[in-house]
């Protein structure tokens, strides 16, 4: 399976950005598509998740309500829609796959992205906020 992401950039403060992850060598039937971001000198951090099998979705507390993720089966990609940035969401963005199921919003806010198991990963986007 691979994963590329898009639509990284540089925005201000309060502005918005659309990543992109688009998913080829695999099927996009049952299978959960997270993203991750990781600041410099910081632990990666699972952000959001869906399941392609019935577009179920996971997020994290700290993007909760702000981001929205998505997904168009026919085009085998996912996206996440950010809105209010922050500079602290400046960091490298990684979608991933994994069979099925997505983790749940408290795995998600509660474990180390590290400990979240995926098994495909892309090479990321980066997202910097400005102030």
């Known amino acids: 399976v691979q994963l590329v992401e898009s639509g990284g950039g540089l925005v201000q403060v309060g502005g918005s950005l659309r990543l992109s992850c688009t998913v080829t060598?695999?099927?996009?039937?049952?299978?959960?598509i997270g993203w991750f971001r990781q600041a410099p000198g910081k632990e990666r951090e699972g952000l959001s998740c869906?399941?392609?099998?019935?577009?179920?979705?996971t997020y994290s507390d700290s993007v909760k309500g702000r981001f929205t993720i998505s997904s168009v089966n026919a085009k085998n990609t996912v996206y996440l829609q950010m809105n209010s940035l922050r500079p602290e969401d400046s960091a490298t963005y990684y979608c991933?796959?994994?069979?099925?199921?997505?983790?749940?919003?408290?795995?998600?806010?509660?474990?180390?992205?590290?400990?979240?198991?995926?098994?495909?990963w892309g090479e990321g986007t980066l997202v910097t906020v400005s102030s």
């Open positions: 060598g695999s099927s996009f039937d049952d299978i959960a």
């Open positions: 869906i399941e392609s099998s019935d577009g179920s979705t």
């Open positions: 991933a796959a994994k069979p099925r199921f997505c983790y749940s919003d408290y795995q998600l806010t509660h474990t180390q992205g590290k400990y979240l198991r995926f098994d495909s």
